[in-house]
C-alpha cells in the first residue's frame, strides 16, 4: 500500500472535517480564532480536550489555522515552487542535482516541504535548502569531522540528525565525492 504525502493527509482531513466533526473547515477557523488561544500546543491541546480532536487532526487544524486558515502542506508542486519565488537562478542546477541523484539512487523520491526538499527512500538520507545563490545539500553523517568537503549543516527544516552539509554552487561538484557522501548518509539512515 502506498504511503500518503502530508499533502494527501491534510487534504483528506479537510475533504472531512464537516462530515466528521459537523463544521467546514472556515467554522472551525473561526471558533478557533475565537477561543483566544494563540499558541500551537496550547491549541491542540484544547482541541483535544474541549472538541474530542485526536492528536493528529488536532496538529492538523492548528496548522492550517496559524497558517492564516490556509492549508500548509498544499501540492507539492506549489511547496517547491515557493521554495524557488527568491531563487529562480538555481532551478538548472536543483533539477541537476535531481537527476544526479536519482542515477545513483534510482528508487530514491524527492519530497517537496515547506522550507526544504526531502531525498528520501523510505527514510530521508538527504535535504537541500534552496537559496538565491546556492543549494545546501544535507546529510547524515553522524560525527565525522568538519572539512573543506563538508560543514556543521545549516539547513532550514529536516530533522536534526542532518548534521553535515555540503555547499553546491556547479555542476561540476556533483561527482564521485558526493555520491560517497549520498551512500554513508543513506547506510547511516537505513540501519
Avoid at 67 to 90: C, H
Avoid at 115 to 126: G, N, Q
Amino acid at each position: 500500500m502506498a504511503t500518503k504525502t502530508s499533502g494527501e493527509i491534510e487534504k483528506e482531513f479537510i475533504d472531512n472535517l464537516k462530515g466528521s466533526t459537523g463544521r467546514t473547515l472556515a467554522e472551525w477557523m473561526k471558533q478557533v480564532g475565537s477561543s483566544g488561544i494563540s499558541k500551537r500546543n496550547d491549541i491542540i491541546k484544547w482541541l483535544k480536550a474541549k472538541h474530542g480532536f485526536g492528536h493528529m487532526n488536532a496538529s492538523l487544524l492548528t496548522g492550517i489555522h496559524l497558517n492564516n486558515g490556509k492549508p500548509v502542506y498544499g501540492s507539492i508542486d506549489d511547496l517547491l515552487n515557493n521554495q524557488f519565488a527568491k531563487a529562480v537562478d538555481m532551478k538548472p542546477l536543483y533539477e541537476a542535482f535531481m537527476a544526479f541523484a536519482q542515477k545513483h539512487f534510482p528508487d530514491s523520491t524527492a519530497l517537496p516541504k515547506k522550507t526544504y526538499v526531502s531525498i528520501l527512500e523510505k527514510r530521508e538520507f538527504a535535504a537541500i535548502n534552496i537559496k538565491p545563490k546556492e543549494l545546501r545539500i544535507g546529510f547524515d553523517l553522524g560525527d565525522r569531522e568538519f572539512d573543506q568537503a563538508v560543514s556543521k549543516s545549516k539547513l532550514s527544516g529536516p530533522m536534526p540528525r542532518i548534521s553535515h552539509m555540503l555547499v553546491l554552487t556547479d555542476k561540476s561538484q556533483l561527482s564521485n565525492d558526493l555520491v560517497e557522501l549520498l551512500k554513508v548518509s543513506y547506510q547511516r539512515s537505513h540501519k
